[in-house]
């Protein structure tokens, strides 16, 4: 892919100095779009997760599962955006599931495609448990950039805002337990030839902890890896970046794995000191331990890396 990247790019070079060369002006390259980034609202992202978290436990097969789906196309088309719930079959352990997709659509004034994701379902299994950062945090984030970007986006992707169930697998991940949305999405865009329009997958998973230390997988794409850290750069937030020791399994891998460019925007440090990840999954994970500030962050770090896509 890259080399492929490098020689249109030296192509395009070429056709420009060649039109120079006949004295016509070579034509300017695209101003980034604009980007509400001002708009973007931590405390807006927070009662989002507060409202959702109505909804819980989310588990995925359960009429809440189903109950939450509805509720984020109802949210996202309250917030401009069209929106439908897609309904699949997929085989779980001992069985088969209908899981809920939610895809809201915002179209761009050229072509390619941007995808923001998020799951929404909850780990099962847990007593008491809501899932605060895990899953409702990713869920706020998306839908306040559904708000703002709604009637401002004049980029040329299209942006998409897919909201994932099963996430969580049952027993442990496999091809048939967890990462069922997102497997789900990668398979249609395969079978649908759209592989090649996709610009972008951003995922967010767990990114609302107050003590926000976001633990970029190093299985992401290079380039958009480094478009996070230029974006937390320049939101004043490089130290609360860095990178994962190891390989995250997360809604970004069957996209990577379908040849997409995809990167996981997670923070797996949490808990209740520094450095241990002691809330996830369980009945602590709960909204006070989030804050408005870090998902504003995310939702900045988002907005900026979108004028580089
Ligand atoms: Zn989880």
Request: charged share 25%.
């Given at each position: 892919m890259k080399p492929d990247a490098v020689l249109v790019y030296g192509c395009a070079a070429l056709i420009l100095a060649l039109a120079a060369g006949c004295g016509a002006p070579p034509a300017p390259p695209p101003a980034p779009p604009a980007v509400p980034l001002a708009a973007c609202d931590g405390a807006r992202a927070l009662a989002e997760i507060r409202s959702f978290l109505a909804i819980s436990p989310r588990d995925a097969g359960t009429p809440n599962a189903q109950r939450a789906a509805d509720y984020l196309a109802g949210a996202l088309r309250a917030h401009g955006v069209a929106a439908e719930r897609q309904d699949f079959a997929d085989a779980v352990p001992g069985g088969a599931t209908i899981f809920h997709n939610v895809i809201g659509r915002l179209p761009g004034r050229g072509a390619g495609l941007v995808i923001l994701c998020a799951h929404f379902d909850t780990k099962s299994g847990i007593p008491g448990f809501v899932g605060a950062n895990d899953s409702g945090s990713g869920v706020g984030v998306l839908l306040e950039l559904a708000?703002?970007?709604?009637?401002?986006?004049?980029?040329?992707?299209?942006?998409?805002?897919?909201?994932?169930?099963?996430?969580?697998?049952?027993?442990d991940y496999g091809p048939h337990d967890g990462l069922h949305g997102s497997r789900h999405l990668a398979q249609q865009l395969v079978a649908a030839g759209r592989t090649n329009d996709v610009h972008a997958v951003i995922?967010?998973?767990?990114?609302?902890?107050r003590d926000?230390?976001?633990?970029?997988?190093?299985?992401?794409?290079?380039?958009?890896?480094?478009?996070?850290?230029?974006?937390?750069?320049?939101?004043?937030?490089?130290?609360?970046?860095g990178l994962a020791?190891?390989?995250?399994?997360?809604?970004?891998?069957?996209?990577?794995?379908?040849?997409?460019?995809?990167?996981?925007?997670?923070?797996f440090i949490y808990g209740s000191a520094p450095g241990l990840n002691d809330y996830w999954h369980?009945?602590?994970?709960?909204?006070?331990?989030?804050?408005?500030?870090?998902?504003q962050t995310i939702?900045?770090?988002?907005?900026?890396?979108?004028?580089?896509?």
């Open positions: 708000r703002i970007l709604a009637p401002t986006w004049q980029g040329a992707p299209e942006i998409w805002f897919a909201f994932f169930d099963g996430e969580e697998c049952r027993t995922l967010l998973d767990m990114i609302g902890d926000l230390t976001v633990t970029l997988p190093p299985n992401g794409d290079a380039r958009l890896l480094a478009l996070v850290l230029d974006a937390a750069a320049q939101e004043g937030a490089r130290a609360k970046f020791p190891g390989p995250v399994l997360d809604d970004h891998q069957p996209f990577l794995d379908a040849g997409l460019p995809a990167v996981d925007l997670i923070d369980t009945e602590a994970d709960t909204l006070d331990k989030l804050s408005a500030e870090s998902l939702g900045r770090v988002v907005l900026r890396m979108l004028t580089e896509l």
